[in-house]
């Protein structure tokens, strides 16, 4: 697949840890690391045919995106952050941040040093208009709450890895068809992302495919592709990046579709130029 991937083709989810001596994590963190500078990122992206890119904040640096920052501007134009912020940000913070490239804010209960879902509303009220998106890593088949939560916050959503869906439940898990009703009422987009978080599986992650095929098959307009670089959630070693991009092709065998996701749609959301 990355011999035929289209021009502005968008990685939407990777961490960057570092430099660790400007940049120390927390304390009170769920787990460390290994040492991945920005240019470690620049050269996965490279070396499997992809030239735009999503840093997200990890919750080891709490609510200091001074990494996430420096990170997106040694990247580039071609690149884009998303923050862990609380929702005191100020008018100035957010149009300085505006400017550095973030595009929205990451909440999640999964993880210590981050923002909990507990501030989803606040959230939501302090960036509408805005042109920012909450970014929620949450666990769907568990939290049923969550969807109704969403579909009244009027500010887009951004799922992270597939929801997290149960795969025994598969698509007929009440999460998964929660999280497809926000994607066809325009509310929410999904990541195809990190399916090792949820899979019971080894690569090529079967167990979790009929659920990815569900999403493109309901919704292709509301779905961006990510590699979760450098795979801080994985179970045992980090999965190949390229083996990860690949799957996208057995998710969505069809090129236009996979152009849609791996460019129009990230252009639309993270607001990069047109390629």
């Known amino acids: 697949m990355p011999s035929e991937l289209p021009v502005g083709a968008c990685d939407c989810h990777a961490h960057v840890f570092g430099p660790l001596d400007r940049f120390p994590f927390i304390a009170e963190r769920s787990y460390t690391p290994a040492h991945k500078l920005p240019s470690d990122y620049h050269e996965m992206l490279r070396s499997i045919g992809l030239t735009r890119g999503v840093v997200v904040q990890p919750s080891v640096f709490g609510t200091d995106n001074a990494a996430t920052l420096n990170a997106v501007k040694e990247l580039g134009p071609n690149y884009r952050g998303i923050a862990v912020l609380r929702p005191e940000i100020g008018d100035r913070q957010l149009a300085d941040l505006t400017s550095a490239g973030i595009r929205g804010v990451r909440l999640s209960d999964l993880t210590t040093g981050g923002v909990p879902l507990s501030q989803l509303e606040t959230m939501a009220a302090r960036l509408k208009g805005s042109g920012w998106h909450i970014q929620i890593f949450a666990n769907f088949s568990k939290d049923r709450e969550l969807p109704a939560r969403i579909a009244k916050l009027g500010v887009p959503v951004v ?13 007929n898990d009440p999460g998964f ?8 009422d325009g ?4 990541k195809l992302s990190g399916a090792y978080i949820s899979s019971k599986e080894k690569l090529p992650y079967a167990d979790v495919a009929p659920i990815a095929s569900a999403y493109v098959a309901a919704a292709p307009d509301r779905l961006v592709w990510g590699s979760d670089w450098p795979h801080p959630a994985a179970p045992g070693a980090p999965p190949e990046d390229r083996s990860l991009l690949k799957l996208l092709a057995t998710w969505a065998p069809d090129a236009a579709t996979r152009k849609q996701i791996l460019v129009d749609n990230p252009t639309t959301l993270y607001g990069f130029p047109s390629p």
Do not use: K, M
């Open 177 to 184: 068809r929660a999280i497809v009703a926000l994607l066809r």
């Open 187 to 190: 509310l929410a987009w999904v």
């Open 159 to 171: 799922i992270d890895h597939l929801g997290i869906i149960d795969p025994a439940a598969s698509t």
